[in-house]
RNA sequence: GGGCGGAUGGCGAAACGGCAAACGCAGCAGACUUAAAAUCUGCCGGGGCAACCCUUGUGGGUUCGACUCCCACUCCGCCCACCA
């Protein structure tokens, strides 16, 4: 009877998600909800989520996998009590705004505004609790002022300096890139080849902080992975440096090396092409091959040097060098497999005992003398290089050790002897941050004729960007500022006569190395930010993004915040504290059929949270963010599954909405009692255990089992109701279990939340409401379902009273007639109970 | 070439060393509908009439007991890659 109520009334209550989350935005903005308290009696959090740089695109669902759980993330801490720091901001300086901007005819001073009005309008229509009073733009002058400030911080440290270098050379952006800007030799942004350049540049000096970088991993809570990929990108390597003289020069070259151990191994030494050494040394005879081979490599692609597959080749110079070590003469080659900016540019090679060197001595017909015999070894050449362990043979006094060991003896007679000393190098190389572009933070330097170069002083910033129609690069290696006289042409700050700007501007990831301070202070006009605020609010306590910025933006943000910390700016030498990464959604690839790729608009695959939205609602489209997989966990998009999620919160919606006049407000008082039928009790308990698991799981990042559990509870109050229906409203455990249920799906669906908020009676919004707290005497079972295995099969379950003995349960598990069925009649020669969950009996 | 992940139903997945497949999607059957949608109920890894047997990429090991721990292999994904 009740049930055919009931279905009338579904027909009736409807959830309408779209007024629902149109009113409810409203509210908070009206209300200003989400301003960052400023009451600093409370345990603070900050979470924050990588700033994004705004795209004509606009979001896709795609992004929505981080913005959706750190929201719900920063959501469940706020109602658990904290001052919660949740800003957002646009990276909005740099290559991909300006080549953007360039491709579709306009001007990112244009662009940009538009891109960030649509960003936030989608992210408003997702219910993100961000305090837009802190919004911050990374091209504002009241911004980039202070990124201006902080180059000139690393400048009066000295760590920044100007130095001209083979650059790597972008020719489709015109500009040069950072090491960490190039991915398998080409631009990370346009996928063009990537050339090398003499121009002067400025770097900052990140190798002096490499070690620090390095150690400090140790701090963080990072996933493995990424702390892995900053520990290779650094690459720390211990070894010996020593010089190798050349025969009939005054020079010597100087050679690094991780395996001294194999010293008395040498049969031929290489310089990189670009060794300086190269052109001094190189005999009357070798000259014109060698001249050619050099120029050869410097033509010759960076993904083509780089690529293992092509064969190893070089060009002898003529001329030789001596291994100081046993007086040896070794011919001296020229081969681009050496790198002029890593160790010294220069190697000794051991054919014998490195793969590189052993196929270069193969092609080249030179000897590989066998210095470390393999166990076992039977004194014939090898027939591959053998780089493992082994016995020192033909190593002077050395020979008949461990070469492990050797390795240290060596390297102690020869700093002995003074021939070469330990020496640590790291493949990081020092941060490249001029583009000849428009669209960054102008350098704030002044080259004068007189004084020389002159950091432009501190009151005179910002040093604007001016404000121009043509913005392209010419392309010639010169920045666009260049070819603007009303730019260039200034008064040195020193002498006051004449000088040039510098007219190079700074990458993007100068403007990200510190934005998450600018948070804590976003309005600051006297300073970056306020040192007492930061000390509130920093560290980030939570950071979420891709792993794609594992060794840039992560590396440099924590290069500038160490040198805020030794400049005394912050009390913190880690900026980050914890960091998780998204999985990437995927979407079917249009060209091939059948094929997952990632979801992005140069697939032509986008699914917009606007279209998910109007069609499901912002709720079910968080909702669905967090339940497709584990947040870690690359995943296709299905809007099937959507739709589940949206069922979901039909069904928590319509099992209040449907009962009005049910809710017990002071059901705290009363739901205790009530627990005497079995329904009752076990809703109660299912209500607890939810509170727990769900609390666990936030915490976790585990939020697909979050949404999991509460589907389970909303599925045990429709048992309940369905069961109880008509009987006894209203009801305190119905009360309790809906209430609660309302709670924990606030951080998650937070619009339907406060609707059922508002409809059960409650004051004021969900967000800060709260947490519900778990009473885990009401969470036990008072009967457990004991597993009874033999020999390790489940064979029968027991139904006993929680709490009963170990003694008590070994008891009933043997009387069990499939037990006895099972053992026929074997004794049972041991048994395990694991008490409250099975009993396992060996026969 | 090196490193790091991963592999469980038709699909996304769940499972402190202790009932494999929770939760959801898709599917099937039924109820309500003139009908459809929505909603509700039931079924839903494989085999077998059944009791029962089999099943977590492959092969081994540890354990009373292994999706889980160890070793080897296969496949997939990501990252790095001539770094001396």
Redesign the pocket.
Known sequence: MS?VNT?QE??VVKYDFRSIEKRWQERWRADDLFRTPEDRSRPKFYGLDFFPYPSGDGLSVGHCRNYVPSDVFCRYRRMRGDNVLHPMGWDAFGLPAENEAIRRKSHPKKTVPQYVANYKRQMNLLGLSYDWSREINSSEPEYYRWTQWFFLLLYRRGLAYRSAAPANWCPSCATVLA?EEV??GACWRCGTDIEKKDLPQWFFRITEYADRLLEDLKLVDWP??IK??QT??I?R?V?VEFDMPIKGHDASMR?????VDTVFGVSFAVL?PEHPLVAQITTADRRAEVEEYVRKSRRISEID????E?E?DGCFTGAYAINPVNGQEVPIYVA?????????????AVPAH?T?DFDFARRYGLPAPVVIAPDGWDGQPLKEAHTGEGTMVNSGQFSGMRNTEGAEAIADWMQEQGIGERRV?Y?LRDWLISRQRYWGAPIPIVHCPVCGEVPVPEEQLPVLLPDVENYEPPGDGRSPLATIPEFVNTSCPACGGPAQRETDTMGGFACSSWYFLRFADPHNDRAPFDRDKVEYWLPVDLYVGG??H??MHLLYARFWTKVMYDAGLVPFVEPFTRLKNQGMLLAPDPKNPGVLVKMSKSKFNVVTPDEMAEKYGADALRVYEL????FE????W?E??I???W??L??VYRVVAERPGSFVPDWRSTVRQETVSNEAKALARKTHQTIMKVTRDIEDF?F??A??AL??L??QI?DFV?AKDGLHYPCPVWSEAVETLILLLAPMAPHLADELWQMIGREGYTYSAPWPEADPEVAKADVL?I?V?V????RD?ISVDAGTSEAELERLALESP?VQGALQGRPAR?V?V?PG??V?V?G
């Open positions: 049930s279905r579904s027909t090491n991915h398998d493995e992975s892995l990929m290779n990108w690459g390597s070894g050679v690094f090396t991780t395996r990189a040097r780089m690529s293992t092509r190893r681009d497999y050496v790198l002029l900016s890593y160790g010294t540019g220069a190697i000794m490195d590189r190098n493949r792993a794609e594992a060794v339940f497709v997989a584990p966990d690359t995943v296709p299905s099937d599954g739709n589940g999620c069922r979901f039909n069904r585990a697909n089992t949404v999991a589907m389970e909303t599925n429709y369905n379902t597993v295995q020999n390790g099969k489940v379950k499939r041991k395990i694991v969950r099975l396992n060996v």
